[in-house]
């Protein structure tokens, strides 16, 4: 757990580039920092391993408070990402993986163990890849493995500065996917950057939507878009935030909703979509063909119905403009 | 060609013997430089004022002929009793190699790439810890760098110390000129180059040698 308590940080007596924030990062949960560039959302996260001072306020981890911990200590507690990688091309990905256990001095035996698990874990092998070269990897696998990296001596608390923010936008989907997946596993607490709204929507168990320093609104993805709180938010999810709040709802959430249309198997060559798809996916795969439908198939494999976009709108209409509308009479 | 043949005939030992002095007057010049240039230039980058300064006198250093040079370590040295020979030579060419062994350490690890510096810091590693394992390492390339252009300047300054009696390859030529002996001269000349062509070979192996292939590229 992260708790900010009040946090200031000013340069001088007129610059303060982070002010009065104050929110927790629960136990296992991912909180995205979210924001225009320059609004203090790299400081404030910079803030927690030391990296950046704090002149007010405290942030507690784990129920220590920063201050009283040593820096080196701390870091090597915390996991960290940052956007370009930062790996060290004159070490090898094993070297570079295993830095922080070697410097916490795991014996040799143990981090060859930690080593494997952590390469399985990003579908990478480690005998081919161990005695590689970073530069010898592809701007997906580098990123991959700065990632196993912050997770190498299995730190309670992960930081990650936009770390996905260089890699093309196909690579960065698959990645962030992967990365949703390992967290379910390990469930660490974990510290975003990032200034894209759809890596939030989709990454984010909570969102802190942070201008010039200030926090403008703190909660869910869906609470976010559904009821932005003043008019920087709304303005800053833009007005095609009903259709991405679309991607925090799967297609079972339709189907239990106002359920799916009838298989039809008179046509042919339909495009298939898994149940726990985001309706925002499967908007666009129904956009980009020429068929009216696309077959929903459950864990099974099996043909449990169909989705148009007939219904996509409906389920619009009823769970989320629903919703909006209500929050704005509210 | 049968002149040179004589000529060689009778000077190879000579010449030989003179390479192998001039060989060693730099090779003790520069690692006495590498203990102290490199040590200094990795210290200055923790010291922006103190870096303007040194890198400023270094600079300077490296605008005296190096004729002058030597010539005013003379009465220095004489203080000691050793005014001529090798130890003003010696510490003149100290000197000399002072500036491209600091400058290049220090804008070599100056200019590791910050992000890599804020993932070493960021990751727990302690100031020493980063220098050996990154910023070091990293920098290789361009430390080397500095150790060959001062290695190969040198060679060349060390052939004016003979004037001062330090001996090497300098004394063919100077007695070359003073006997008005073409051979002399030349053959002096051609050692001297082929000198400096082998060492910057010799030490551009052993850069490559403890360059991991990937900074090298």
């Not at chain 2, 003003?88 to 992000?115: C, M």
Request: with cysteine; hydrophobic share 45%; charged share 20%.
């Amino acid at each position: 757990m992260i708790s900010f308590n009040h946090v200031t940080k000013s340069f001088g007596e007129k610059i303060t580039a982070i002010d009065d924030v104050d929110f927790t990062v629960e136990e296992g949960k991912i909180v995205v920092l979210l924001g225009p560039s320059g609004c203090g959302k790299t400081t404030l996260l910079r803030m927690v391993n030391q990296l950046e001072s704090i002149t007010k306020g405290e942030i507690v981890i784990n129920g220590e408070n920063s201050k009283d911990l040593d820096p080196i200590e701390l870091r090597r507690k915390i996991g960290y990402v940052i956007q370009s990688n930062g790996l060290f091309p004159n070490m090898t990905i094993e070297e570079n993986v295993m830095l922080v256990p070697d410097l916490l001095g795991w014996n040799k035996k143990k981090k060859r163990e930690r080593f494997e698990y952590l390469m399985k874990l990003i579908g990478l092998d480690p005998k081919d890849y161990g005695k590689r070269y970073p530069h010898e990897l592809s701007g997906g696998q580098q990123q991959r493995i700065g990632v196993v990296r912050a997770l190498a001596a299995d730190p309670p608390v992960m930081l990650m500065d936009e770390p996905f923010g260089a890699l093309d936008p196909i690579i960065r989907d698959k990645i962030q996917e992967e990365f949703l997946q390992i967290q379910r596993e390990v469930k660490k607490t974990i510290l975003f950057v990032s200034h894209d709204i759809d890596e939030a929507i989709k990454m984010a168990d909570k969102i802190v939507l942070l201008r010039d320093g200030k926090i403008m609104q703190f909660d869910t993805p869906s609470e976010m878009l559904a009821h932005p709180k003043n008019e920087f938010v709304s303005q800053f999810f833009g007005k095609d935030r009903a259709i991405k709040s679309l991607s925090l709802h799967t297609v079972e959430n339709l189907r239990e909703v106002i359920g799916l249309g009838p298989v039809d198997e008179s046509i042919q060559d339909t495009k298939t979509i898994h149940i726990h798809q985001d309706l925002r996916n499967t908007l666009s795969m129904l956009l980009n063909q020429e068929a009216d439908q696309v077959i929903v198939k459950d864990e099974q494999d099996e043909n449990i119905g169909t989705i148009t976009i007939d219904l996509v709108q409906k389920y619009l209409h009823f769970e989320i403009k629903g919703k909006m509308s209500a929050s704005q009479e509210g | 060609m049968e002149k040179w043949a004589r000529f060689l005939e009778v000077n190879s030992s000579r010449i030989l013997e003179l390479t192998i002095d001039h060989a060693i007057l730099v090779s003790l010049a520069i690692f006495v430089a590498l203990l102290i240039g490199i040590p200094l230039g990795i210290y200055l980058t923790t010291n922006q004022y103190l870096a303007d300064t040194v890198l400023q006198i270094a600079s300077i250093t490296l605008t005296i002929p190096s004729i002058a040079l030597f010539g005013v370590m003379i009465p220095i040295f004489s203080l000691i009793n050793q005014g001529i020979g090798f130890v003003p030579a010696f510490v003149a060419l100290v000197l000399y190699s002072q500036l491209p062994i600091i400058r290049n350490t220090y804008t070599g690890i100056k200019n590791v790439n910050p992000e890599m510096r804020d993932a070493a810091i960021g990751m727990g590693m302690k100031t020493r810890q980063r220098l050996l394992r990154v910023e070091i390492p990293n920098a290789l390339p361009v430390i080397m760098a500095g150790v060959r252009t001062a290695v190969v300047m040198n060679i060349g300054i060390a052939v004016i110390a003979a004037y001062i009696g330090a001996g090497g390859l300098g004394v063919l030529i100077t007695q070359g000129i003073s006997r008005n002996d073409n051979y002399l001269i030349i053959s002096g000349s051609i050692a001297v180059a082929i000198l400096a062509i082998i060492a910057d070979a010799i030490l551009l192996l052993i850069q490559k040698r403890f360059t991991k292939k990937a900074i090298a590229e």
